[in-house]
């Protein structure tokens, strides 16, 4: 079964720093990849995602991930933080089934 | 367009007691589902339809119930709460077919049983 991983359930970035957020996959065959962000009391919105057109994509508020295949990765990053990504991000792989696995999410706080 | 929309947004039930929670949307999607999220747990799939008419379990369906008799809309019942079952629920619907997995949520409802 599909399995995705975060690492770290937590991570404090200073603002105008690289913001890195881990994500791997358990998959045999490349799933189509997904991150979303959940800012405080709302739902998921769809930040970016990969479905093999492009192993690096851009997404929406200047984040990007890249696919490594070698690496079952698809980490995301924006290279200066600002206070408004303060929220709880997570990463999806979709497969077989017409569903989505999630993991275990991480909350981003920036600090000024 | 409102995108997927959930009621009621906030309940408190006591344990043994029932509720239906409403989910819609008026993108014309095809699919629908309802996650349950707990800190750390990232969200689960509890049941959900590829079609009107249609109902599926997903990863912890126990307890839960779900119809989709309209479209639009998908309905998560709960026959008789638990304080397990205290959780964020949230809705999502998708296109189905070339973006199957891309999916819009709804807000959200935090249900609390106590």
């Known amino acids: ?112 | 367009n409102a995108g997927v929309t959930q009621t009621p947004k906030f309940r408190v039930l006591k344990t043994g007691q029932s509720m239906t929670l409403l989910c819609a949307q008026d993108m014309n999607h095809e699919y629908m589902y309802w996650y349950r999220q707990d800190p750390g747990m990232g969200l689960r799939l509890i049941h959900y339809s590829v079609g009107e008419g249609t109902t599926a379990k997903g990863e912890v369906p126990d307890g839960y119930n779900v119809s989709r008799l309209k479209k639009q809309n998908f309905l998560l019942g709960l026959e008789s709460a638990a304080p397990s079952q205290t959780s964020v629920y949230f809705c999502a619907s998708s296109y189905g077919a070339v973006s199957i997995y891309e999916q819009y949520f709804g807000p959200g409802t935090r249900l609390t049983v106590t």
Request: with cysteine; proline share 4%; hydrophobic share 40%.
């Open chain 1, 1 to 112: 079964a599909q399995s995705v991983t975060q690492l770290g359930s937590h991570v404090s970035v200073s603002e105008g720093a690289l913001v890195l957020l881990r994500c791997n996959y358990s998959s045999s065959v490349p799933p189509y990849l997904f991150w979303y962000v959940q800012y405080p009391n709302q739902g998921l919105q769809l930040l970016l995602k990969y479905t093999s057109a492009a192993t690096l994509v851009k997404g929406i508020n200047g984040f990007e991930a890249e696919f490594k295949k070698s690496e079952t990765s698809f980490h995301l990053t924006k290279p200066s933080a600002h206070m408004s990504d303060a929220a709880e991000y997570f990463c999806a792989a979709g497969a077989a089934g017409n569903k989505l696995t999630f993991g275990g999410g991480t909350r981003v706080l920036v600090k000024p």
